[in-house]
């Protein structure tokens, strides 16, 4: 049996910064994986980071406190949050950052104008500068390491503050693009990610892979170690301070998801590597458990054209899509159910809608409705305007024709549009609210001027439709942990030697998504808190 100080499960974000905060605080570690490659959904992920009073911040004068960061989550509250991990989170975020960037782990900068999301609260910033965007990173200093990322197939040679996402009018030119490809620079999670992993090779922390971790080893009551397997043999490693859980989440286990999330989850957009590993392993140990009807909420766009690798079904999320003018959503009875351009998270609730007299989610499916004049200035999914549409996009050139395409009611459908088309004339949408809001705006198109940023009639033929999935970014629910990332047994104790971070654990934000960037900047928090635990613990 090997051994080390301490054991690392899993190398997405929070996986890896508990990796070099442990080795930086003197301990010998191991960082395990169970697939063949490194950083699960934090790899796939737009990459920003939502820290208050953060370092870029400060660096730029932008003032921001404890107390205004405090006050902001505690306005969203609905009983999820604990104070002790919440105050962990906001006090020690900023520490956990300028550690990181010390340690050549992150090089970011702030995020301009992007909005926190509910901008009606106390403490909230209108400006963006709680999120953070990564710079981009030379994929060849990794050596062979780069082709060990996950989905590093795809890469993204460019900056999300670059995009119209992060607020540019226009993409960098084809050159720069070509440029940026040939010598392998990529951003978003991709840079984040890759910088992580430099970090822990520089240190001589080289991630363990295609380890099936199966129970945690125990000595007495102290958690002492992981036992499994790897490449079909036995595989054991003793932890003589700790082991931190940061595997992920559990949504693409079809038992779990049903045991514990509050409504149904039909395409989520994260890789398919979130299965349940760590929970498990938690409730074996004997975790308390919280958080574990919520979820990081997103509707999501099936690509049937371009599965996951391993042959799951792949979906994205949708932001621009349903913002940007020229487009609805509209669920079976083929009518509007919400204000398209709400930030992702929270319009999850909606999709969860159910409806006693039919005894059935009353919003699912749920249906983009499009038209020509979309189709020629904006995207959809990967396809950019101008391309040609997927064979999966429903396509017709009278609304009746498409409404029978995809199951509704032709003359309801063309009611829905017909009333939506007057309010988007006359610049006012009185049934949700559409277009005003400062988020509303953010991802509509901001070439156009007032409420025309998001809404814009579906007046030209051909019209097009796409299925919108129920989905989510990941699962925020697991074992419940304390200020210093340990997690709590049953009586509300810490069980000795057994930590946990990220999407693995019950989130220090509880169901609250603050704004950009509210998934990483926890789990990276909490992994840097969860590695300087683990590595000055008593022997």
């Known amino acids: 049996m090997g051994e080390a100080d301490v054991i690392i499960l899993g190398t997405g974000a929070a996986g890896m910064a508990a990796a070099l905060a442990a080795h930086e605080a003197g301990a010998r570690v191991a960082l395990v994986e169970r697939g063949s490659r490194v950083g699960g959904t934090s790899a796939i992920s737009g990459g920003v980071i939502w820290v208050a009073d953060n370092p870029r911040m400060r660096a730029a004068g932008m003032p921001d406190s404890r107390e205004e960061a405090l006050a902001y989550f505690r306005s969203l509250d609905h009983g999820d949050l604990v104070d002790e991990t919440l105050e962990a989170f906001v006090e020690r975020g900023p520490e956990a950052l300028a550690f990181l960037e010390d340690a050549g782990a992150l090089s970011v900068s702030v995020l301009p104008g992007y909005p926190d999301y509910y901008l009606d609260r106390p403490g909230a910033k209108p400006q963006g500068s709680r999120a953070l965007d990564h710079d981009l990173f030379d994929l060849p200093e990794l050596g062979e390491w780069a082709a060990r990322i996950y989905a590093i197939e795809e890469p993204k040679p460019l900056m999300l503050r670059e995009t119209p996402l992060g607020g540019a009018s226009a993409l960098p030119s084809p050159q720069v693009l070509g440029q940026r490809l040939a010598a392998r620079q990529c951003g978003f999670g991709q840079a984040m990610v890759a910088r992580l992993l430099k970090a822990c090779l520089t240190r001589g922390i080289e991630p363990i892979l295609g380890v099936e971790t199966k129970r945690l080893v125990k000595d007495g009551a102290r958690i002492a170690g992981i036992a499994g397997e790897r490449v079909g043999q036995p595989f054991a490693l003793a932890a003589r301070r700790g082991v931190v859980i ?48 919520s979820a990081w909420w997103a509707p999501t766009l099936v690509t049937p054209d371009a599965p996951w690798e391993s042959g799951e079904q792949r979906a994205q999320i949708i932001l621009i899509e349903r913002t940007v003018p020229h487009s609805i959503m509209v669920n079976r009875q083929a009518r509007r159910f919400c204000n398209e351009a709400a ?6 609730g909606v999709f ?27 995207p959809l999914g990967t396809r950019q305007p101008g391309q040609p549409m997927p064979g999966w996009v429903m396509r017709a050139d009278r609304l009746e024709g498409l409404a029978g395409q995809i199951g509704l009611d032709p003359a309801a459908l063309a009611a829905t549009v017909a009333r939506f088309n007057a309010h988007a004339d006359a610049g006012h949408d009185p049934d949700f609210g559409r277009g005003t809001s400062a988020y509303d705006h953010f991802y509509g198109d901001r070439s ?40 709590l047994g049953h009586d509300g104790t810490p069980i000795p030697g057994l930590l946990g971070a990220g999407n693995a654990i019950a989130c220090p934000t509880g169901g609250i998504y603050a704004g950009a960037g509210g998934t990483l900047g926890p789990a990276l928090t909490f992994g840097y808190i969860a590695g300087r635990t683990a590595a000055l613990a008593n022997l």
């Open 246 to 293: 940061a595997t992920g989440g559990f949504e693409w286990d079809a038992q779990l998801r049903q045991t514990f999330l509050r409504g149904p989850v039909t395409a989520p957009a994260s890789p398919p590597t979130g299965r349940g590993e760590g929970l498990k392993l938690a409730m074996a140990a004997g975790a308390s458990l919280g958080n574990m009807t």
């Open 343 to 348: 930030n992702y998270s929270a319009l999850g």
């Open 352 to 378: 969860h809608r159910f409806d006693p007299a039919t005894y059935d989610y009353e919003n699912l499916p749920a249906w983009l409705v499009f038209d020509a004049q979309y189709a020629a200035r904006y």
């Open 448 to 487: 156009r001027e007032g409420t025309a940023v998001t809404l814009g009639a579906i007046r030209e033929a051909p019209f097009y439709a796409v299925e919108i999935a129920s989905g989510l970014l990941g699962t925020n629910g697991g074992p419940r942990t304390d200020g210093q990332a340990r997690i």
